[in-house]
């Protein structure tokens, strides 16, 4: 898979995912299995969420959201603080970080 740029809304729901526990809880619920139906499954209750990208976005996206290194305008985004989280949740990189982790219980990092 080739290593793209994050998508603004996968940034942000990442975040969001690090600070919501309740988020947390329903990804946390799916049943890992085929890549391509969790990743959907996610996709989905992201958009429950408010945070709307594509599959494609996802798995474009993942490799440098999962990389200890975000480029500029990811790191940007996060430190910044991200447009689509409110006061109750803001942007944070260690709510980024805890998303990623839980992201990656349930994907898996790039290449495994």
């Known amino acids: ?3 793209g740029k994050a998508a ?8 969001r995912l690090g600070s919501d526990e309740a988020l947390r809880k329903r ?16 996709v989905w209750l992201a958009s429950e969420a ?4 594509s599959v494609e976005e996802l798995e474009n996206g993942w490799p ?21 989280l409110d006061d109750a949740h803001p942007g944070s990189y260690e709510s980024f970080r805890a998303g ?4 990656a219980g349930v994907i898996g990092r790039p290449n495994d």
Do not use: H, W, Y
């Open 27 to 42: 990804i946390d619920g799916l049943r890992v299995g085929e890549k391509s139906q969790t990743l959907s499954e996610i």
């Open 100 to 103: 990623v982790s839980v992201l």
């Open 64 to 84: 440098s959201l999962s990389s200890d290194r975000l480029n500029e305008a990811e790191l940007d985004a996060v430190v910044g603080g991200i447009r689509g």
């Open 8 to 15: 603004p809304a996968v940034i942000a729901f990442t975040t």
């Open 1 to 3: 898979m080739q290593r």
């Open 50 to 53: 408010g945070f709307f990208f």
